[in-house]
């Protein structure tokens, strides 16, 4: 069976071995490598089968082609050590190793690897000297301190609303340009509403809003901004944007793309954090080192480690036959999302070489890789009484952390003592079969390539049997799991790698903070690992860095462009600030107001920048063609989830209630393919025997006139089982799979799961054009659309009126209205206007769903 926990034990270093390990290494040890494997894997030979070299510690545990020849305290995952017995490996090729040779193998691994051979360490120096350091932290804006600088005067001082109107409008003084007149209440309402909850506005809110703009616009926006952020929905749409910071999704991705069960427990955890307006200082810190945060209750210790989840939720490789290359890339990517979400920093340049533009030297990313790789990542499977057993695809895996609360998944099986056993019998019975094929006791007629078959087929099996039988207990309870990390016991420092090559290792290099970024480095104590004093500084009034890279979020969200336009890069290779001031003034105001995301919302959603209006004025084009300056209001298409959710909203259909897991969570730990959690074919038998379950159901629904034939049904239930069509809550609950988002979302530039997007890329395609006319939950929507304006409006004229107020927040037009008529003369030729047909209304609500004005913010 192939079994891994990342990070088990720590190789022993020549400095740390004992005097007996020595011994026990050059009698016991050496002399058999030298007699039984030199011949093949060294250098001296000049003959590397496999790419496995054992003439060195380091490279020993690097391994070859298949993995790790050695992993300390690992017997199953150390392939030298299968091989010398013969089981998944023979090696010597013509014979096995006396018993005696073979269990002081074993002892040797067990006892952590002990290895004295130590090669000459190569020094990297670096070409970034300490001065190039010290003269960017004096010359560069970005690693400077945050002033608070006192608004400007202006002229126009009837104008400003607040001091980020005054430092706007004193840069639009300068360049002797002028903003542009205040959208009409309408549009200001829809802003905000779709800005803040993500939702249209209603009715009844068009209403209000209405008449208290009347009377005094500031008081309006000021009251429904203050209404919009008490709303649970504002951290569903505030939660969303921080999940496309951290790359969040509920698979692994790439070659192998294996579930996360677990992930959305860190989804609710960031939606909570938005609706409690969490100081995001303590927000950081959470994410970064929970685990090692102190917490009175279990609750709030649950919460921590869920909030790591942070550090687990990236993209893996787990095709990857090596353990140690897979342990550097998965630290590579924890550092790049730590320092590019929070500090807007690109660290990660700086593995293979220093920073080609910031001054961070190679060491000071190697300073982070030994705060970052003293800690174990856990994002897979839970290990049931079997140990942790992967399929045949997947050469990486990894546990999940018990919560100290009751908890479980909602989908978890509670199976009685029967089932249990019954389970158990089977997993027995499937580790009998892989013996027997391991021990090559297969049929007459059977050659190699079936007998591999058979055990990939073994594997598989008892990887999904391992998967039942891990999320209970022995009582058949489920137990409670979530992704994150925990600290391990005796931390080390880091070795730098020669151009980022694991097996080119250089000299050790201490744990500490990238030197550009600090005033003062932090001392860290030899027995800690460090990250809960990095979580502690970056989430701390004296960074420079994450207070502004947060404001600038916000501020892009809200307005459609950062005051830094590269969210994730402000360093060398980023953007200037276009009203640094502002950045400043507004960061500090951040920190001030205890770190309250809510607070700077309000602060610039109450602003007259906001509402300004997006009229084009040819002059102040041609001065700022970027708008760079904010002459004016950017027009904005919605983002994926605005558009399905406000389908729902104005078709009346959507659901309020927060799911409890996702489809991912129901479906477990297993293979995501070709769309589908899971084995196709499976999923088509069970698919089918639902249906010939409900054969009554569907004769019904086809004396309706459903126009699917049965085989239809089927085939979309299991090739459609990720698009989640018929799901009607809010769209940040749809399950996102890497590489397989839900069509309703990937269509409109959804955000790349697999990466940092703090900008998403915004187009229009005539994909999405089709998909408004075609997509089936489209349809759906406009036919609820129309049956509610039916339902709620009597006569035709009230109807139009009412559907173009749901879709657009406005009453049509008299051109509008002729234009209606128009349509639906030419639909349905045979009808009058006032007796037309249901279809036709359902193609009018649909078209009002398709046009632009619904998708864009004006």
Known sequence: ???????????????????????????????????????????????????????????????????????????????????????????PPKRKLPQDVIDDFREWIEMGAPDPRVNETVEVRSSISEEDIDQAKANFWAYQPPIKHS??????????????????????????????????????????????????????????????????????????????????????????????????????????????????????????SMNADKPFDQFVQQQIAGDLMPAKTDEEWAENLV?????????????????????????????????RVFLGASVACARCHDHKFDAIPQTDYYALVGIFSNMTTYFGNPPSEYGTITNAQTRQSSSLMVLPVSDPNP??????????????????????????????????????????????????????????????????????????????????????????????????????????????????????????????????????????????????????????????????????????????????????????????????????????????DRSSHEADPDNALLWRANPRRLDAEAIRDAMLSISGEIDFERPRGSEVAKAGFTRVTGGVLGNPREKARQAIQEATRSRGTMRRGMQRGRRNSMSEDILRKVTGQLDQEDAKCRSVYLTIVRDEEPRCLSVFDFADSSTIIGTRETSNTANQALYMMNNRFVIQQSEAFADRVIRERKTPNDQLQYAFLLAFGRPPTSSERSAAAAFIREFAPTTSYRSRGEDTINALCQSLFASAEFRYLD
């Open 307 to 339: 909030a790591t989840t942070f550090l687990a939720i990236g993209p893996k490789n787990l095709n990857e036959q090596n353990r140690v290359q897979f342990a550097a890339d998965l630290v590579d990517e924890q550092i790049d999302a730590t320092t």
């Open 151 to 272: 608004a400007p005067s202006v002229k126009n001082t009837a104008w400003p609303r607040s001091d980020v109107d005054r430092f706007v409008l004193a840069k639009l003084e300068e360049e002797g340009l002028s903003p542009t007149e205040d959208a009409e209440s309408y549009k200001v309402l829809r802003r905000l509403c779709f800005d803040l909850v993500g939702l249209p506005p209603t009715p009844d809110q068009i209403e209000h809003f209405a008449e208290r703009w009347k009377s005094d616009p500031d008081a309006a926006v000021a009251y429904v901004v203050d209404r919009l952020l008490e709303m649970d929905q504002f951290g569903e749409r505030w939660g969303r944007h921080w999940l496309d910071v951290v790359r969040y999704a509920e698979s692994t991705g790439r070659e192998v793309n294996q579930t996360y069960p677990h992930a959305w427990r860190y989804r609710d955890f960031v939606i909570d």
């Open 1 to 91: 069976m192939l079994l891994l926990t990342i990070g088990l034990m720590s190789p022993i270093r020549g400095e740390e071995i004992t005097p007996e390990q020595v011994k026990f290494f050059e009698t016991k040890i050496r002399p058999v490598l030298i007699r039984e494997c030199y011949g093949c894997h060294s250098n001296e030979s000049g003959n590397v089968r496999g790419g496995l070299r054992l003439d060195s510690r380091e490279l020993t545990h690097i391994g070859g082609g298949s993995g790790p020849a050695v992993v300390p305290g690992d017997l199953e995952e150390s392939l030298l050590y299968n091989a010398i017995i013969h089981e998944d490996f023979v090696m």
């Open 411 to 616: 989908y978890d099986k509670r199976y009685t003592a029967e089932e249990l056993q019954d389970l158990r019998d089977q997993m027995q019975e499937k580790q009998r079969e892989l013996l027997t094929v391991r021990r090559g006791a297969v049929g007459p007629n059977d050659n190699a390539a079936t007998a591999q078959r058979t055990r990939l087929r073994l594997l598989n099996e008892m990887s999904a049997l391992s998967a039942k039988l891990a999320v209970v207990d022995k009582n058949g309870n489920p137990r409670s799991y979530c992704m994150g990390v925990q600290e391990r016991k005796k931390p080390s420092d880091a070795r730098l790698l020669v151009r980022g090559e694991i097996d080119q290792p250089a000299q050790d290099v201490a744990r500490g903070f990238p030197q550009v970024l600090c005033s003062v480095q932090p001392e860290i104590e030899r027995d800690e690992s460090g990250r809960l004093e990095l979580a502690r500084w970056i989430g701390s009034d004296d960074n420079t860095l994450t207070a502004r890279v947060m404001v600038n979020r916000i501020w892009q969200n809200l307005i459609g462009r950062g005051i830094v336009s590269s969210a994730d890069d402000f360093g060398i290779t980023g953007q200037p600030p276009s009203h640094p001031e502002l950045l400043d003034h507004l960061a500090v105001q951040f920190v001030e107001s205890d770190w309250s995301i809510k607070t700077m919302v309000r602060t610039i959603a109450t602003s007259r920048v906001y509402r300004m209006g997006t009229a084009y």
